[in-house]
């Protein structure tokens, strides 16, 4: 019987092989999404808006200039110089330049550049953060589709073992061997095996399916995994020695921690509301006007002689402006005190995530332990339950019973082994 167990798993091996050309590593998936994922892509353009708000904020130091020209008509009665009505067409037309220089915009101008670099670096930093969460789905889904797999193995792997015991029973029952029953019985747990089989295919077509997603790998591409290169291999990190690296080096914090900083920032330029500012405007122009029924200079000479020029300063001094910088100032300290919290929470849920993380690993790793003993002698007791009930000393009931408790501890196995290296890649990903 133990051939038979051999047999059937080296088959079951050769059918998990997918017959698909285009095979993927983690670190390929992962280096895939990182370009691809449509999050990620959205935070890289949230990081260049965050460079056109800094390139902004520099040039509100720049002066203003602006052209107009204007032509107007107008017809029908009208008042006169005399002070009388008469039906008179006139024409106007005027053209001209300005200048509005800033000379002092009461630190508004240099409190929000700074306040722009901060909320950047904040932007860079959640860009790269959302990097982290998109690695550590993928590295999740990666692994779901490699679970899904070997659970597919060991379904297969049963189906081919209960065909087998078909085949024999159906022989034992020619030869009168056996009771007719105990085909009956082998007859119901191939089906149910078979059962099983089609319920873990479609698990791992969903699994790999949900992965090509993560990736946005479009539906028309073949696509499929490689078996995972066990690099982390079974240590694990402690929680000490990932939040150490955590609290200098993980981009959610930092990105939390500069928010704050950008919060603090912003109290101070709504602050500057309260100070008087200062600019300095310029301006040329010109004019032509004609009215029938007079005599009207030429539209040169008119241009010339009208031509004008001017100079002035215009100081702002914010007297009462309707509460409105106080009301700015107050959200501003709102916000900032929110940023704080956000802080706060971020550093509780990533200390929580990375101590359950550990929790869930230890607890995988010694479970993966103890499934393996388990495995290996439920296969000796499947084995000799084999030999057993060839003997007749045993009857179908306890030879499916021991072939079921050996499945079990074989898919237990694989299901601690996934949940250790899952938690592990997620430790050492925060260990960076």
Same mark, same amino acid.
């Given at each position: 019987m133990k051939g038979i167990v051999?047999?059937?798993?080296?088959?079951?091996?050769?059918?998990?092989?997918?017959?698909?050309?285009?095979?993927w590593s983690l670190d390929s998936c992962i280096s895939y999404a990182l370009t691809h994922n449509i999050e990620v892509r959205q935070r890289v353009l949230a990081a260049r808006q965050g460079e056109l708000a800094v390139k902004e904020a520099k040039d509100a130091v720049l002066p203003r200039v602006d052209g107009y020209s204007s032509e107007n008509f107008s017809?029908?009665?009208?008042?006169?110089?005399?002070?009388?009505?008469?039906?008179?067409?006139?024409?106007?037309f005027s053209v001209g330049a300005s200048l509005s220089l800033p000379l002092?915009?009461?630190?508004r101008v240099v409190r929000n550049v700074d306040y722009s670099k901060t909320s950047l670096r904040a932007l860079v930093e959640r860009s790269e953060a959302i990097k982290d969460d998109v690695t550590a789905n993928v590295m999740a889904l990666y692994l779901q589709a490699l679970y899904a797999r070997e659970n597919l193995s060991v379904a297969r792997m049963s189906l081919s073992v209960s065909e087998k015991e078909l085949r024999r029973r159906e022989q034992l029952l020619e030869a009168g061997k056996i009771p007719e029953l105990d085909l009956y019985e082998a007859r119901a747990q191939t089906e149910r095996d078979h059962?099983?089989?089609?319920?873990?295919?479609? *698990?791992?077509?969903?699994?790999?399916?949900?992965?090509?997603?993560?990736?946005?790998?479009?539906?028309?591409? *073949?696509f499929d995994i490689l078996p995972l290169e066990e690099t982390d291999g079974d240590i694990i990190p402690t929680v000490e020695e990932v939040w150490n690296n955590v609290t200098?080096?993980?981009?959610?914090?930092?990105?939390?921690?500069?928010?704050?900083?950008?919060?603090?920032?912003?109290?101070?330029?709504?602050?500057?509301?309260?100070?008087?500012?200062?600019?300095?405007?310029?301006g040329i122009g010109t004019n032509y006007y004609k009215t029938t029924g007079y005599d009207n200079e030429s539209f040169s000479a008119q241009m010339k002689n009208n031509f004008s020029k001017s100079l002035g300063f215009s100081l702002n001094i914010p007297i009462f402006d309707a509460f409105s910088t106080r009301n700015s100032v107050s959200r501003a300290r709102l916000q900032q005190l929110n940023a704080e919290l956000d802080l706060e929470n971020t550093r509780m849920t990533l200390y929580k995530t990375i101590s359950t993380a550990y929790t869930q690993a230890v607890?995988?790793?010694?479970?993966?332990?103890?499934?393996?003993?388990?495995?290996?002698?439920?296969?000796?007791?499947?084995?000799?339950?084999?030999?057993?009930?060839?003997?007749?000393?045993?009857?179908?009931?306890?030879?499916?019973?021991? =072939?079921?408790?050996?499945?079990?501890?074989?898919?237990?196995?694989?299901?601690?082994?996934?949940?250790?290296?899952?938690?592990? =890649?997620?430790?050492?990903?925060?260990?960076?």
């Open positions: 051999i047999s059937a798993i080296a088959a079951t091996a050769i059918m998990a092989q997918p017959a698909k050309a285009d095979y017809f029908g009665r009208g008042l006169t110089a005399l002070n009388t009505y008469a039906n008179r067409n006139t024409n106007a002092f915009q009461g630190l059962l099983t089989v089609v319920n873990a295919e479609n *698990d791992s077509t969903l699994a790999l399916l949900d992965l090509a997603n993560l990736l946005n790998i479009g539906q028309d591409r *073949d200098v080096n993980n981009h959610t914090l930092r990105a939390a921690s500069i928010e704050r900083e950008a919060a603090e920032k912003g109290v101070s330029l709504a602050k500057t509301g309260y100070i008087p500012t200062l600019s300095f405007n310029a607890a995988a790793q010694t479970k993966e332990t103890t499934a393996a003993a388990a495995e290996q002698s439920s296969l000796k007791a499947f084995e000799a339950m084999s030999v057993k009930y060839d003997n007749g000393r045993a009857n179908a009931t306890e030879y499916e019973k021991a =072939k079921a408790d050996y499945m079990n501890a074989l898919a237990e196995r694989i299901q601690a082994r996934y949940e250790k290296l899952l938690r592990i =890649k997620i430790l050492n990903l925060y260990n960076k």
